[in-house]
């Protein structure tokens, strides 16, 4: 089995496997890591360290944006009600979350860089806004602090926040006075008790020809009303005309309202249309009050005052002023312009604050309208339609030019949404924000993600995690195409080619490819199998192993053990340093064998030949023995006869006679040939 390394790391045996599950912690993402590995036996020695391995960690990424529906976002009136899910694009939870920051450009919250608040969790969220187009995002932030992308841009609309409207109270202060062809009512703005109430509409003066007391509760309706005092808090007065008073009191003709009585009573409004008292209302005048008949012409004053006026047409042929020449005036004139006392009279419609000050400006010739100052109204558009401004600042229009500088906190150009110190496309597949990141492709599957951290880097989950694919760091390894590219090495993603430049040694410098082939800086190489053509220049190295087989060197090829050469059918084998064998391989014979021979100094013999046809060549040897007991193969030899050389089983007879029933007899001095029924001469 196994031994596990010494590794500050937590490992998992794994039962029935010759292995470890090893998990190595607090590596820096986006970085190249070499390891190797090495067996340690049982005794507490180690094998050789493996070849290297280089394993890239995974760069940070960018976390998956979070989801925001459309009907997650709400405008009303005075807020703008949020609400996360608690997931990403993608439907799944969300790792390493420490919040989630909602962004809101526009009126209240400026442009948006800052965070209106976060979400710890799923949940909704209220935040109080002014009136206005606003556009909503989020964005999550891990607890590694790094930053998603903002999610898709939604734009919602704040209307004007609802004033709360109260039940209304008494109004005090109200007086009636005669006036020319009509009754003035005024009221001082007071109420009873100094307690006013909120949500203010109006109040509400009513003609009858009886008086019904102080305070009435019936015998007043609505065809009864003359006209309504509507600011609050302050004074108000209203002139009641003899029309009013002919429609409210059922008069013959306006003339009755001179002699008829007329009694005068009011009630408050809200804005809810309930009225005081539900209602109760309130006398004005005691005794009656009337219209008075006037004409007057008063030249010195300026003042006319007639109680009928008919006219046809109105008609000046020159021009008419209002105010004093050179002073604050208006000017209307139908003739092209002109100078009176000093001052230009122009032609159409002008108002001046003083001089040549000129704050208002209608010409007639090109119908062009100029406005010095502000301009109240409630909205203001163009007859087409094309252009309109509300109350709320908020512009629409079907094309235009700009040029200058544009600030802008939100808003959409070009099918481009503005949101949130960032830029995204409708199809949410293109963003970029103020911190550098780019993402172009989809929020949860394949896209190209830019980075200030991690650089550019290929994605298939929209940027939570790096593809391997392609990675361009600028601080750890760049990946292009499953090669990692580190500062000073490349090297296959699977570990199975590594190129160093790092270091001066041989081993730092290098090319690797898995166990079987490398390649050093000082030129050397190592390769399991090779086809090399071409010519090979070689003064040193090894064939067929490193220490015991064909070795290169200045004297040429060298076996210095066993070793092995075949030439077609024929194979010549070198055993043990000594001896040498010549061989046909198709039928296993021997066509010639050199063999050491135990027994005199360095014996040796050559073998000619196969089994029953082999011819044996010797060195001359010492033979001893003890009668037929002794022997040389399976020849019984006499004592003391020696081998002189030459063919296997030739003898000459050193001492003594041959003794044996199975050879001829022999004396000393003679030459025996011996043949072997198993091995030949």
Known sequence: MAYEDLLKDTSQYVEN?????????????????????????????????????????????????????????????????????????????????????????????????????????????????????????????????????????????????????????????????????????????????????????????????????????????????????????????INVGLDNLKQALSLSSISDAYISNIFFYYVSVNRNDVKYGSPTYTRINSTSVNPVKANLVDLENGVISIENLVAGNGSFSSWLRVGSAGGARIELSGTNSFTNGGNTVKRGLTAYSSGSTETLGFDLATG??????????????????????????????????????ITASGGSIGGITIAADGLQNSGNTFKIDSSGQIRSGSSTGAAVVIKPSDGLFHSLDGGATQSGKLTLSP?????????????????????????????????????????????????????????????????????????????????GIVSSGSARIKIGDYTITSVSNTDLTISQESNGYNLLKT????????????????????????????????????????????????????????YTVSSGNLVSGIYPSANVGDVLLVYSATQGI
């Open 368 to 405: 062009a309208l100029s406005l010095k100052g502000s301009l109240s109204a409630t909205s203001i558009s163009t007859s087409s339609g094309k252009f309109s401004v509300d109350s709320n600042g908020i512009m629409s229009a079907s094309d235009g030019s700009f040029t200058g500088t």
């Open 475 to 555: 601080s750890g390894n760049s990946i292009i195409g499953g090669w990692i590219i580190n500062t000073d090495s490349l090297s296959a993603s699977n570990g199975s080619v590594y190129i160093s430049s790092a270091g001066t040694s041989n081993d730092s410098i290098r090319i690797q490819a898995g166990s079987n082939f490398t390649l050093r800086a000082d030129g050397s190489f190592t390769a399991s199998s090779a086809t090399i053509t071409g010519t090979v220049n070689a003064i040193g190295g090894y064939f067929g192993g490193t220490t015991n087989r064909w070795s290169i060197d200045s004297d």
């Open 595 to 650: 063999e050491s021979v135990s027994g005199a100094d360095d014996p040796l013999r050559i073998l000619l030949g196969n089994a029953t046809r082999q011819v044996e060549v010797v060195k001359s040897a010492q033979i001893s023995g003890n009668g037929t007991t002794a022997s040389e193969g399976t020849s019984p030899l006499a004592i003391s006869a020696y081998r002189s050389g030459g063919l296997r089983n030739m």
């Open 17 to 237: 496997g010759d292995y470890f599950l090893l998990t190595i912690t607090d590596l820096d993402p986006g970085q190249s890591y070499p390891i190797q590995f090495r067996w340690k036996r049982k005794d507490g020695s180690f094998s050789v360290w493996s070849a290297v391995r280089s394993i890239a960690t995974p760069g940070l990424g960018v976390p998956s944006e979070p989801t925001l529906l459309s009907t997650d976002v709400i405008g009303g009136a005075g807020f703008i009600k949020v609400t996360w899910g608690g997931t990403v694009q993608s439907g799944s939870v969300i790792p390493n979350l420490d919040r989630v920051d909602v962004h809101i450009s526009g009126t209240t919250f400026g442009d948006g860089t800052k965070p209106a608040g976060s979400f710890k969790t799923s949940g909704t969220q209220t935040f109080v806004a002014a009136p206005g187009i606003y556009i909503v995002q989020l964005k999550i932030i891990s607890t590694n602090k790094t930053e998603s992308f903002y999610s898709t841009a939604r734009t919602v609309t704040v209307t004007s926040p609802a004033e709360p409207v109260e039940t209304p109270t008494l109004p005090t202060g109200l007086s009636v006075s005669p006036a020319p062809f009509a009754v003035a009512v005024n009221w001082n703005g007071s109420y009873s008790g100094a307690d006013s109430f909120l949500g203010f509409k109006s109040i509400n003066i009513y003609a009858v020809s009886s008086d019904l007391g102080s305070t009435t509760t019936s015998g007043i309706s609505e065809s009864n009303l003359v006209g309504s005092l509507t600011v609050n808090d302050t004074t108000n007065r």
